[in-house]
């Protein structure tokens, strides 16, 4: 009951942090968060000019976060990704031969037994 209360009022949460209408006292302002998240994607994509693949294990506001950018969605997009990430899930983004980013796989989590499947 109380996971899908939070699962519930936590879009409006980070709606209202996206909107500079709440300060989070542990993360700063959403403005500094989705910087702080461009810069390692930026650092991500420079380790693909030496590499075929770059493996990242983060949260699932850093996953939905970068992945929102990469592939040009909105924070309304965002803020459902961020929801609907499943802990120990597989995103999976490729980019083509003109730089567009596309999502693979999103929240993939076949590989898990169901019961290990848990959200937040």
Same mark, same amino acid.
């Given at each position: 009951a109380y996971l899908q209360t939070f699962l519930d009022l936590f879009p409006d949460v980070l %709606? @209202?942090?996206q909107g500079e209408r +709440? %300060?989070?006292?542990?993360n700063g302002s959403w403005a500094g968060f989705d910087e702080r998240v461009r810069r390692a994607g930026r650092r991500l994509e420079a380790g693909l000019e030496n590499a075929d693949c770059v493996i990242a294990v983060t949260s699932a506001g850093v996953i939905s976060t970068l @992945? @929102? %950018? +990469?592939?040009?969605r909105d924070l309304a997009w965002q803020r459902r990704l961020n929801v609907e990430l499943y802990n120990a899930s597989v995103t999976e983004l490729h980019r083509d031969e003109k730089g567009q980013w596309h999502a693979e796989r999103l929240n993939c989590v076949a590989f898990l037994p169901s019961e290990q499947r848990t959200l937040a």
């Open positions: %709606a @209202a942090w +709440l %300060a989070c006292p542990v @992945a @929102a %950018a +990469l592939l040009g």
